[in-house]
C-alpha cells in the first residue's frame, strides 16, 4: 500500500480509497512489534540502528511530512515562535490570503501548517530538540548524513527517482536571526553545517531577504533585523511597551520564569489572545518572504 501511495498518490484498502492518516495507523501497529521486539534486547536502537521494517516506518514518515504535506510546512526553533507566527498572520490576514483566510463563521483558517514534534518523529527522525539539532536531523534526509559506518538515506532523492515528481508544497526552517555571533546560537550550527553552499552569499541573501531556498523544497526562513541589531531574536520584533507587560504581577524574562517573571511561553500566548491589540509591522518583512517562498514554488 505504502508503495502505491507513493507511486500513484492513491490506494485502496478493501475496495475503499485508503487516506495517508490511515496508512499511518496501520505502520503504527505493525510497530508496536518492532517495539515489543526493541524491549527484549540490549542493543541501541535509534535512526542510526533502525530495523527493516522501522526503515520502511521512517521512510512514510518523510514522505507524509515533508516531501507529500497538503501545506507548505514551518518548522520553528520553539513552540513559542509558532504562537508569534499565528498572531501576527491573524493581525494581517487581509494582507495574505495565501496564508491565512478568515472563513463565514469567523475562524481563521491557516494556508500553512505548523510542524509539532512528538515521541514518535524523535525516535525515527531524530526531532527532538528546539534549534539546530531538529533542523540538522530533518536537512540530513535531504542530503544523506554519515556517522562512521552508519548511514541516514537521502528520502529526497529517493522520492523524486521513484515518483518522478517534485515534493508538494515547501518545507521552512524558521530561525531567529543571529548569524553574526561566534556563539553556537541555532541559525548559525545550521548554516555551518550546511552542503555545498556558498555560504557568503546564503547569508548576504538572508541579511537582504530574509529566506533563501537549501535544496528543493528546503528553505530557510528568519526575521529581519531591527534597531540597528546586528542579530536580533524574534522577540525583539515586539514594541518594547508589549514587552514590558506585566502579567499577574510578573515581567518577562527570556531567560526563563521564577517567582518574579515569567517565561517565553507565558508571553507567546498573551500575544496569541491579544493579537488584535499588538503592532506586528516588524514581522511584515518576515511574512511577506514567507509569501514569497510560497507563491514562488
Same mark, same amino acid.
Given at each position: 500500500?505504502?508503495?502505491?501511495?507513493?507511486?500513484?498518490?492513491?490506494?485502496?484498502?478493501?475496495?475503499?480509497?485508503?487516506?495517508?492518516?490511515?496508512?499511518?495507523?496501520?505502520?503504527?501497529?505493525?510497530?508496536?512489534?518492532?517495539?515489543?521486539?526493541?524491549?527484549?534486547?540490549?542493543?541501541?536502537?535509534?535512526?542510526?540502528?533502525?530495523?527493516?521494517?522501522?526503515?520502511?516506518?521512517?521512510?512514510?514518515?518523510?514522505?507524509?511530512?515533508?516531501?507529500?504535506?497538503?501545506?507548505?510546512?514551518?518548522?520553528?526553533?520553539?513552540?513559542?515562535?509558532?504562537?508569534?507566527?499565528?498572531?501576527?498572520?491573524?493581525?494581517?490576514?487581509?494582507?495574505?490570503?495565501?496564508?491565512?483566510?478568515?472563513?463565514?463563521?469567523?475562524?481563521?483558517?491557516?494556508?500553512?501548517?505548523?510542524?509539532?514534534?512528538?515521541?514518535?518523529?524523535?525516535?525515527?527522525?531524530?526531532?527532538?530538540?528546539?534549534?539546530?539539532?531538529?533542523?540538522?536531523?530533518?536537512?540530513?534526509?535531504?542530503?544523506?548524513?554519515?556517522?562512521?559506518?552508519?548511514?541516514?538515506?537521502?528520502?529526497?532523492?529517493?522520492?523524486?527517482?521513484?515518483?518522478?515528481?517534485?515534493?508538494?508544497?515547501?518545507?521552512?526552517?524558521?530561525?531567529?536571526?543571529?548569524?553574526?555571533?561566534?556563539?553556537?546560537?541555532?541559525?548559525?550550527?545550521?548554516?555551518?553545517?550546511?552542503?555545498?553552499?556558498?555560504?557568503?552569499?546564503?547569508?548576504?541573501?538572508?541579511?537582504?531577504?530574509?529566506?533563501?531556498?537549501?535544496?528543493?523544497?528546503?528553505?530557510?526562513?528568519?526575521?529581519?533585523?531591527?534597531?540597528?541589531?546586528?542579530?536580533?531574536?524574534?522577540? #525583539?520584533?515586539?514594541?518594547?511597551?508589549?514587552?514590558?507587560?506585566?502579567?499577574?504581577?510578573?515581567?518577562?524574562?527570556?531567560?526563563?520564569? #521564577?517567582?518574579?517573571?515569567?517565561?517565553?511561553?507565558?508571553?507567546?500566548?498573551?500575544?496569541?489572545?491579544?493579537?488584535?491589540?499588538?503592532?506586528?509591522?516588524?514581522?511584515?518583512?518576515?511574512? #511577506?518572504?514567507?509569501?514569497?517562498?510560497?507563491?514562488?514554488?
Amino acid at each position: 500500500m505504502a508503495h502505491t501511495l507513493y507511486v500513484t498518490e492513491n490506494f485502496n484498502v478493501g475496495g475503499n480509497k485508503g487516506t495517508i492518516n490511515g496508512l499511518e495507523g496501520r505502520l503504527s501497529f505493525i510497530d508496536q512489534l518492532s517495539k515489543y521486539n526493541n524491549s527484549l534486547d540490549d542493543c541501541k536502537h535509534d535512526i542510526w540502528n533502525l530495523s527493516a521494517r522501522e526503515k520502511e516506518y521512517q521512510k512514510f514518515l518523510f514522505y507524509k511530512y515533508f516531501f507529500a504535506a497538503e501545506k507548505p510546512v514551518l518548522v520553528t526553533e520553539g513552540k513559542t515562535d509558532i504562537n508569534y507566527l499565528k498572531a501576527a498572520l491573524k493581525s494581517n490576514y487581509l494582507r495574505y490570503p495565501n496564508l491565512i483566510i478568515l472563513n463565514s463563521d469567523g475562524k481563521f483558517e491557516f494556508k500553512v501548517s505548523f510542524f509539532k514534534r512528538t515521541k514518535r518523529l524523535k525516535f525515527f527522525l531524530g526531532i527532538s530538540k528546539d534549534g539546530a539539532d531538529s533542523m540538522k536531523n530533518i536537512y540530513s534526509y535531504f542530503v544523506s548524513s554519515q556517522r562512521g559506518s552508519e548511514r541516514i538515506t537521502n528520502y529526497l532523492n529517493y522520492f523524486l527517482n521513484l515518483t518522478k515528481r517534485k515534493p508538494k508544497r515547501p518545507v521552512i526552517f524558521v530561525f531567529d536571526h543571529e548569524l553574526k555571533s561566534s556563539h553556537k546560537k541555532p541559525l548559525r550550527v545550521f548554516v555551518n553545517a550546511l552542503k555545498n553552499k556558498k555560504k557568503n552569499e546564503l547569508e548576504q541573501k538572508l541579511n537582504k531577504e530574509n529566506y533563501v531556498k537549501i535544496i528543493s523544497n528546503l528553505y530557510i526562513l528568519t526575521n529581519p533585523l531591527v534597531d540597528n541589531k546586528d542579530e536580533c531574536e524574534i522577540e #525583539d520584533l515586539f514594541d518594547q511597551q508589549i514587552l514590558e507587560t506585566k502579567i499577574n504581577g510578573k515581567t518577562f524574562s527570556r531567560e526563563g520564569e #521564577d517567582e518574579t517573571v515569567y517565561g517565553k511561553q507565558v508571553f507567546s500566548t498573551h500575544v496569541l489572545n491579544n493579537y488584535s491589540n499588538i503592532n506586528f509591522d516588524n514581522f511584515i518583512p518576515m511574512l #511577506d518572504a514567507l509569501n514569497k517562498i510560497i507563491v514562488s514554488y
